[in-house]
Each structure stands twice: as structure tokens, then as C-alpha cells.
């Protein structure tokens, strides 16, 4: 598709096609704040992006979600105004000039199935798809998690940015039929299978709030003014990583009731996402089940950021035969459950029709299944 898009509106075949999925944390949410554990998947949901080059400096943008088109210089991308639709490919670009990466001109052309507003990733998308093309087009030398640090760098210029380096690195690195566990002290990162046997669900409410990523701001500087006290009465605990649930209790006396609720979810959270990749790899779905119902728990009661809607979608996935798990995913619009792929349909009709009794409104259910991170291709 992406190709005919390219044609029709630059008259010329692309040079480079490239592709990057969008993703979620199925365990490890917010834990990078100390420096712990996320388990991602890819989606079965990508953003598309073309490129051949130009003869003068210009860059041409086409956004077959936006139906826009904009033209640009790198004189331009000195300023880069908020709320425009062009930021993330700008500041990848901008990005790339700051580095030292001389960049010509392109055309460009972008599409996504990705759907918006859902923490699903389709800004890394966006980045992670442009700047493996650039590079693969352009033949510029950088390796990929250094091209993954440039990724991240993106997030400056966005007014609020929920993405980090480890959203790059899961929409990059992703494979199919399975989860990548990243360490956010080092980079590290392996991979555990997930069963062909379960779907993934994403659930999303309807429901936005604007204001909602400012509440886990505020979780994020909670957590480390409660970090900064813990490590000012014990030197070597250098990160939450190194604590575990009992030690924490320790220092219940210095810090607030509320704050060691934020930091209990980080450290219990840590201890989870490890758990849930033995358990994928033992194929233990009892407890896969009951760590995300577990991290749902503690999401609502520690970090407090669930919403009653989301409480509700978790409280029903857990009476309906065939779901295994469910929790809070993202910034609190969207929940995630995974099923017993033959009994996904039926799963799917449950929970939408609970829902619908209790709330009054339809729900917006997308199945997934893990999938390859970014492709790229010469044409």
C-alpha cells in the first residue's frame, strides 16, 4: 500500500520502505523510573513510511492519516512549533542534524493502522520506522541502540511524552510470537514466547483525559523524592530495583503513607514482570493470570491511576471463562487481557456486553497477537 501511496503523490517509486509495529507493556509499567524490568509485545498494528530522495534540500511530507502535506527545510527545524502533526517526523530529523548526521532531502510518505490516543506506541512507531529508513537509504553509520538513543530524543520536543528509549527499543527489536524483556539499567534484553495458543486484547473505554499524564508525572516524582530519601538513610541502595517488598518495609517511618504505596507498586512490580516470563516460559498460565491480575491490584490501590471503568473490564475478565489475566494498561483508558485464543470471541461478547449494562456505551475491543519489530526494505 505504501508504495502506491508514495507513487501517487510524488510520481516515483520509494527508494526504502520501511515499517515499525506499535506496542504495549504487558507487565512493567512505570518501573523504568527505577531502573527495573518491562515485558513488551509488538502489534499487529503498524505505521508504513516511504522515502526516496530529492535533488535540493527540501523535505516533503505526506500523511495518508492526516491528508496533509507539508514542505520543510533543516534552516526550519530550528523551530519546531507545538501541536504541529509533523513533530515526531521534525525532531527525528532534527535529531539526526544535531548528531552530526548530514541528512538530504526527501520525500516522505507516512501511513498507519495504529489506532491514536491509546498508549499504544504510534508515536515510536512514527520514529522508529523514519530513522531505521534514513539510515538504511542514507547509509549513515550508527548501530542500532545508539540509533535508538537518537530515537528517544525525539521526546524533547513533544509538549508531554509518554514514550521512552524502551518503547524504541520494543517497536525496534520486537519478534514474532514473542515478548522482549528489557532492563532498564543496562539495555539488556531477551526474549520469551508467547503461546500461539492465547490472543491478546486490547480494550479501550472511550474514555480521555488530557490531564491524565500529568498524574503519572507526579507518580514519577513521588517515586523519586520517596527513592531520595530511602538512599539518604541507606547509601547503597542505588536504585528501587534493589529493594525487595520486605526490605522496603524498613523505611515505612520516613516516608510518606501515600509515596511508599507508589514505590511498593514499583518494587512488587519488578518482582512480577520476572515471575511472568518464567511463567511464559514454564507455560504456567495459572500464574501468568494471577500476576496481572496482581498488577492490576496494585496499579489501583498503590499508584492509584485505574479508573472505575477500567476496574470494572479487569473485575469482568476475571468471571469469564477463557481469559487468563487482565489489567490497567497505559495511561488509564485502555485495559489489556489475555485469552485462550478459541474462546477470544466469546470473551470478547462477555465483556462488551457487561460493560455496555453497567456503563451504557460500547467498548472497542482490537486482537493481537506479538509480532516482528521495525522492517526495512530497498525498493
Known amino acids: 500500500m505504501i508504495d502506491s501511496l508514495h507513487n501517487s503523490i510524488f510520481y516515483e517509486k520509494p527508494e526504502v520502505v520501511s515499517s515499525a509495529p506499535g506496542r504495549i507493556k504487558l507487565m512493567g509499567e512505570h518501573t523504568h523510573y527505577g531502573h527495573g524490568f518491562i515485558f513488551s509485545i509488538a502489534l499487529n498494528r503498524r505505521t508504513y513510511v516511504s522515502l526516496s530522495s530529492r535533488a535540493d534540500e527540501k523535505f516533503v511530507v505526506y500523511s495518508n492519516n492526516k491528508f496533509a502535506i507539508e514542505i520543510f527545510t533543516k534552516r526550519s527545524l530550528d523551530k519546531i512549533e507545538a501541536n504541529e502533526w509533523t513533530i515526531p517526523i521534525k525532531a527525528t530529523l532534527k535529531s539526526f542534524l544535531d548528531n552530526g548526521y548530514d541528512i538530504s532531502g526527501l520525500n516522505i510518505c507516512i501511513a498507519s493502522d495504529i ?70 539499567q543496562n539495555f539488556k534484553y531477551e526474549y520469551a514466547p508467547v503461546p500461539v495458543s492465547l490472543k491478546i486484547l486490547i480494550i479501550d473505554t472511550g474514555e480521555r483525559n488530557e490531564n491524565a499524564i500529568y498524574k503519572f508525572l507526579k507518580r514519577e516524582e513521588e517515586c523519586k523524592l520517596a527513592f531520595d530519601i530511602i538512599s539518604s538513610v541507606n547509601p547503597q541502595i542505588n536504585s528501587l530495583r534493589s529493594l525487595t517488598l ?83 494498561l497505559g495511561t488509564g483508558s485502555t485495559a489489556v487481557a489475555i485469552t ?23 467498548l472497542k475491543i482490537y486482537v493481537t497477537s506479538p509480532e516482528n519489530g521495525v522492517e526495512v526494505s530497498s525498493r
Open 115 to 184: 489506532p491514536p490516543n491509546l498508549d499504544l506506541g504510534e508515536i515510536s512507531a512514527i520514529v522508529v520506522a523514519l530513522s531505521f529508513a534514513i539510515r538504511h537509504l542514507q547509509n549513515i553509520d550508527i548501530d542500532d541502540i545508539n540509533l535508538l538513543h537518537l530515537c528517544e530524543k525525539v521526546g524533547k520536543f513533544l509538549t508531554l511524552s509518554y514514550e521512552n528509549i524502551y518503547d524504541y527499543m520494543a517497536s525496534a527489536m520486537a519478534i514474532n510470537n514473542s515478548g522482549i524483556l528489557i532492563d532498564c
Open 246 to 328: 520486605d526490605e522496603l518495609k524498613r523505611y515505612s517511618n520516613f516516608i510518606e503513607k501515600s509515596s511508599m504505596g507508589r514505590i511498593k507498586y514499583i518494587v512488587g512490580e519488578n518482582e512480577r514482570t520476572l515471575n511472568f516470563v518464567i511463567a511464559l516460559r514454564r507455560h504456567n498460565l495459572s500464574l501468568l493470570g494471577k500476576l496481572m491480575f496482581d498488577s492490576h491490584l496494585s496499579l489501583r490501590n498503590d499508584y492509584e491511576v485505574s479508573t472505575s471503568e477500567i476496574d470494572a473490564i479487569v473485575d469482568i475478565s476475571a468471571t469469564v471463562d477463557g481469559i487468563i489475566g487482565a489489567k490497567l
Open 340 to 362: 485462550i485464543k478459541e474462546k477470544a470471541g466469546e470473551a470478547i461478547r462477555i465483556i462488551s456486553e457487561e460493560f455496555l449494562k453497567y456503563f451504557g456505551k460500547k
